[in-house]
């Protein structure tokens, strides 16, 4: 199975700071990277796919790129809402889906 | 608005099988358009997919869960369904069933706690 090694595990922020993700495939994935928030009792809600390609809805200040191994989410002006764990996901074709382990965003 | 909605017992004992149901409401899994997937969670845990089945019944499981995963899809009811068998404490999870469009889900139950414990 390809891995998914993202980093932080956690990461203590502010609101209006910017703060970036990183995951690392453990083989390329091309750009078949997703990136996801959850909050507690609650379903994962996709932020990103295609590595970079905002899903409808989502504010602009959420933003992805990469490509082949190396993966960044970057939320620019965090805001109260965005204090959640955030993953990402390889879903290269013909592999399983891999998670990266989180990526907790906690109040400073 | 597409809704799924996760069922089955919250509590399995342990080498028995776990069976859960997802329902599916506002689309049908009988069009034949998507995917429908399992993922799991184990408390305070990363995200495991489970695997998936299309309407036509072809699934796609996890390697890691394949000898004890089975899928199927009841497309008269509009549900699909998980079946895992001997389980462990390690299955203890919150399980989501969820839809599949462009290969990422894009629609998920609300989740359903199974323990498995004795």
């Known amino acids: 199975d390809i891995q998914m090694t993202q980093s932080p595990s956690t990461l203590s922020a502010s609101v209006g700071d910017r703060v970036t993700i990183t995951c690392r495939a453990s083989q390329s994935v091309r750009k078949w990277v997703a990136w996801y928030q959850q909050k507690p009792g609650k379903a994962p809600k996709l932020l990103i796919f295609?590595?970079?390609t905002l899903e409808s809805g989502v504010p602009s200040r959420f933003s992805g790129s990469g490509s082949a191994t190396e993966f960044t989410l970057t939320i620019t002006g965090l805001q109260p809402d965005d204090f959640a764990t955030y993953y990402c996901q390889q879903y290269d074709t013909y592999s399983p889906w891999t998670f990266g382990q989180g990526t907790k965003v906690e109040i400073k | 608005q597409v809704q799924l909605q996760e069922s089955g017992p919250g509590l399995v004992k342990p080498s028995q099988t776990l069976s859960l149901t997802c329902t599916v409401s506002g689309d049908s899994i009988g069009s034949g358009n998507h995917y429908w997937s399992w993922i799991r969670q184990p408390g305070g845990k990363g995200l495991e997919w489970i695997g998936r089945i299309y309407t036509s019944g072809s699934t796609d499981y996890n390697p890691s869960l394949k000898s004890r995963v089975t899928m199927s899809v009841d497309t008269s009811r509009n549900q699909f369904s998980l079946r895992l068998t001997s389980v462990t404490a390690a299955d203890t999870a919150v399980y989501f069933c969820?839809?599949?469009?462009?290969?990422?889900?894009?629609?998920w139950g609300q989740g359903i706690l199974v323990t498995v414990s004795s």
């Open positions: 295609m590595a970079s």
């Open positions: 969820a839809r599949v469009a462009l290969q990422l889900p894009d629609f």
